[in-house]
């Protein structure tokens, strides 16, 4: 079993920056993949970004590449979502999600994560 937390939501406006955090405890946080997703009410849950379990390797959907950042602190075990130039458009439930897999491994398929935090909400205003 792994547990998620993330932190770091709130409220700014556009423009602005906001960093998620993401703290695992469990098992062996550095052999998973990690992910984080996003939903607004009536969506489906949005793939944001992922990242491998050694975090040589990051993905990003077409919708915050070049704004958002993934890394992971192994030592820490926490994931970070570092985002800049924020958009009304970027407002959600932000959550983060964890798969056991191979140094190489991610997914950004929201159903492959077997581990979820709770998430937590980012707010844009215009």
């Known amino acids: 079993q792994v547990q998620l937390v993330e932190s770091g939501g709130g409220l700014v406006q556009a423009g602005d920056s906001l960093r998620l955090s993401c703290a695992a405890s469990?098992?062996?946080?550095?052999?998973?993949?990690m992910g984080w997703f996003r939903q607004v009410p009536g969506k489906e849950r949005e793939f944001v970004a992922a990242i491998t379990w050694s975090g040589g390797n990051t993905y990003y959907a077409d919708s915050v590449k070049g704004r958002f950042t993934v890394s992971r602190d192994n030592a820490k075990n926490t994931v970070y979502l570092q985002m800049n130039s924020l958009k009304p458009e970027d407002t959600a439930v932000y959550y983060c999600?964890?798969?056991?897999?191979?140094?190489?491994?991610?997914?950004?398929?929201?159903?492959?994560?077997?581990?979820w935090g709770q998430g937590t909400q980012v707010t844009v205003s215009s």
């Open positions: 469990g098992r062996t946080f550095s052999s998973y993949a």
């Open positions: 999600a964890a798969q056991y897999g191979g140094s190489y491994y991610y997914t950004l398929l929201s159903y492959e994560y077997d581990y």
